[in-house]
């Protein structure tokens, strides 16, 4: 029985090992292939090692998307601390405060994370226009903390209502009112949320595609539409394009790697049922 | 002493209160007036431009009803997005709850490293949609990749992925065939791969909130795995099936990155979706109207979805 148990056991790790081998395949290959010469890149030899390791192509790749890199920082830093700030007091608002109809407005305010953002670029980039930031990344800002705030607002929501009610009541009765609860209880008790609406909100900003493409031009371009770019192009070498979305990917994968935790957080907020 | 206190107080509280939900109110305001423009607003008026003759690069706001409608839908190109998008919608589903599931299961047996296999299985989930599509559309060249392993094991005939032209069965109907386009099934690869591990989370919240004495209870009824799995595991994961299929389905109908950055809308349209066919249509074709129908068809599909379901859990939250 105890061996049958055993046998067991270690069928379990060894299904759980190769399906981890399988989600990392792509990771196999971005890596050796960046790490080729382009005399070595060939594509018979796609999944051999390369004979002589050489920064070549990350050197080429940085060298085309480096400025690109830049720009999803100058985007992605502004637009998560102003959706995290909104999230931090709508949620605050409707945790703590239901007053009658809080629950059509959080509605109204979360619909806004499903729609499909094609039905409102063509407006989008029309009023950009009208106020002189289409084409630029302060417009972007604008794009991704208008369109941040429903799951910011959500994830402060579930947040903030594991924090008990008591504590606001015993604080409204020493005489605290609603910015002072809010600045000296609730922001206090926050950071654990801030992270959690830090991590989604920069990784979604980040990883952006379509507000990217559909409001910048270069070089005002984030990382993704440069990928993008440099994948498309027929002669770019495919050790420059792993190289390039490996230099993409890094920023949200040492996030992941160190924060993970607060990611999965973020993930099941984003799921509604908090 | 003690009975004035005792009147006071709730007294005080509920003036209190009050004013506190008067800046609870104003609180909002700043967010409601944004998104009533961005999101309410601008779906308004996306919805005014699909009724308009503007299908050129000057704006023209003649008002045509429903006839852009009637012509995008007769279109190869939007009926061929139609039954991509039903066909990677349903498979997209069935995949990663099946995936997902079972990574769940095998994670919730008490093994070592859990949370380093949690992890592994979900980090795709933190990468972009087009670094996802860049590497997956190398692996998957038919000249490389995964073919150079099925030749290896001496598959004569290997896929042509993405490049595929291929529908299965290819039934005509309207103006195109209907069936499983075989191309699809290259970035079905990829995005489950991204996307399975969303699932999989969601899925372990589930079991983990399965109380154990339910277990036991089948335990002491002489219940095996198996059974235990199918008439106590499962029916306590509806809800969590529900939300998994929910939020899936919207992503789905949204995907873009993916195939703009892997195959693009592929020869015959066998790769395009809604999103891919809006873009171009409004920002290379200039067909702006046109392009508003498609992303107006887009939003009446995911409202469809997306809106019972937020009320039935808000609801459930009062």
């Given at each position: 029985m105890l061996a049958i148990r055993r046998i067991n056991r270690g069928l379990l790790y060894v299904l759980l090992l190769l399906i981890a081998c399988f989600y990392l395949i792509p990771v196999y290959v971005v890596l050796v292939t960046s790490f080729k010469t382009n005399t070595e890149v060939s594509l018979s030899q796609m999944w051999w090692l390369p004979h002589q390791w050489s920064l070549q192509a990350l050197g080429a790749a940085?060298?085309?998307?480096?400025?690109?890199?830049?720009?999803?920082?100058?985007?992605?830093?502004?637009?998560?601390?102003?959706?995290?700030?909104?999230?931090?007091?709508?949620?605050?608002?409707?945790?703590?405060?239901?007053?009658?109809?809080?629950?059509?407005?959080?509605?109204?305010?979360?619909?806004?994370?499903?729609?499909?953002?094609?039905?409102?670029?063509?407006?989008?980039?029309?009023?950009?226009?009208?106020?002189?930031?289409?084409?630029?990344?302060?417009?972007?800002?604008?794009?991704?903390?208008?369109?941040?705030?429903?799951?910011?607002?959500?994830i402060f929501r579930n947040f903030y209502a594991s924090i008990p009610t008591d504590i606001i009541e015993s604080a409204q009765?020493?005489?605290?009112?609603?910015?002072?609860?809010?600045?000296?209880?609730?922001?206090?008790?926050?950071?654990?949320?801030?992270?959690?609406?830090?991590?989604?909100?920069?990784?979604?900003v980040w990883n952006n595609f379509l507000f990217a493409v559909a409001v910048t031009n270069p070089p005002h371009q984030p990382v993704t539409v440069a990928l993008v770019n440099i994948a498309g192009s027929q002669t770019v070498q495919f050790n420059e394009q792993m190289a390039s979305a490996l230099i993409a990917s890094i920023p949200t994968l040492i996030v992941y790697i160190f924060l993970g935790k607060y990611f999965v957080r973020g993930l099941l907020a984003g799921s509604v049922k908090g | 002493?003690?009975?004035?206190?005792?009147?006071?107080?709730?007294?005080?509280?509920?003036?209190?209160?009050?004013?506190?939900?008067?800046?609870?109110?104003?609180?909002?305001?700043?967010?409601?007036?944004?998104?009533?423009?961005?999101?309410?607003?601008?779906?308004?008026?996306?919805?005014?431009?699909?009724?308009?003759?503007?299908?050129?690069?000057?704006?023209?706001?003649?008002?045509?009803?429903?006839?852009?409608?009637?012509?995008?839908?007769?279109?190869?190109?939007?009926?061929?997005?139609?039954?991509?998008?039903?066909?990677?919608?349903?498979?997209?589903?069935?995949?990663?709850?099946?995936?997902?599931?079972?990574?769940?299961?095998?994670?919730?047996?008490?093994?070592?490293?859990?949370?380093?296999?949690?992890?592994?299985?979900?980090?795709?989930?933190?990468?972009?949609?087009?670094?996802?599509?860049?590497?997956?559309?190398?692996?998957?060249?038919?000249d490389t990749g995964v073919n150079l392993i099925l030749k290896a094991f001496g598959l004569k005939h290997v896929p042509q992925w993405f490049l595929s032209t291929r529908i299965v069965p290819g039934i005509p109907g309207g103006q195109i065939q209907i069936g499983i386009p075989i191309a699809l099934l290259a970035v079905l690869i990829a995005s489950v791969w991204q996307m399975s591990g969303f699932a999989m989370a969601v899925y372990l919240a589930g079991l983990r909130g399965i109380p154990d004495e339910l277990k036991e209870a089948a335990k002491i009824d002489g219940a095996n795995a198996w059974r235990t799995f199918w008439s106590v595991i499962l029916p306590q994961l509806k809800a969590t099936t529900t939300t998994i299929i929910i939020i899936l389905t919207a992503a789905s109908l949204k995907v873009f990155g993916l195939i703009y950055a892997m195959t693009g809308p592929g020869q015959?349209?066998?790769?395009?979706?809604p999103s891919m066919n809006m873009f171009q249509t409004t920002y290379q074709g200039d067909q702006f109207a046109q392009g508003a129908v498609i992303s107006i068809v887009m939003l009446i599909l995911i409202a469809l979805f997306i809106i019972p379901y937020l009320i039935s859990t808000l609801r459930e939250e009062e």
């Open positions: 940085w060298h085309a998307l480096g400025p690109n890199f830049g720009n999803s920082f100058m985007l992605a830093i502004p637009a998560t601390i102003l959706a995290s700030l909104f999230g931090s007091i709508n949620g605050y608002a409707l945790s703590k405060w239901k007053f009658k109809g809080a629950n059509v407005v959080f509605f109204l305010i979360l619909f806004g994370m499903f729609i499909p953002y094609q039905s409102v670029l063509i407006p989008l980039l029309k009023v950009l226009d009208l106020i002189s930031l289409y084409n630029t990344i302060p417009g972007l800002i604008l794009v991704h903390v208008v369109y941040g705030i429903p799951i910011c607002t959500l009765i020493d005489g605290t009112g609603y910015w002072g609860i809010y600045r000296h209880i609730i922001l206090p008790l926050s950071i654990s949320g801030f992270v959690v609406a830090g991590i989604w909100e920069f990784t979604q | 002493m003690d009975v004035q206190l005792a009147k006071t107080g709730p007294e005080r509280r509920r003036k209190r209160l009050s004013s506190g939900k008067i800046w609870s109110m104003i609180t909002l305001i700043p967010s409601m007036i944004l998104l009533l423009i961005f999101v309410y607003g601008f779906i308004g008026w996306t919805g005014w431009v699909s009724t308009t003759a503007w299908n050129s690069i000057i704006p023209n706001f003649l008002s045509v009803g429903l006839k852009n409608y009637q012509i995008v839908f007769q279109t190869f190109r939007f009926q061929s997005d139609i039954r991509n998008m039903v066909v990677f919608t349903v498979l997209f589903i069935l995949i990663c709850l099946i995936v997902g599931l079972c990574l769940a299961l095998l994670i919730d047996q008490r093994i070592k490293a859990e949370s380093f296999f949690r992890s592994l299985y979900l980090f795709p989930m933190a990468i972009s949609a087009v670094a996802t599509g860049v590497v997956w559309s190398w692996l998957l060249n038919p015959d349209f066998v790769t395009d979706m």
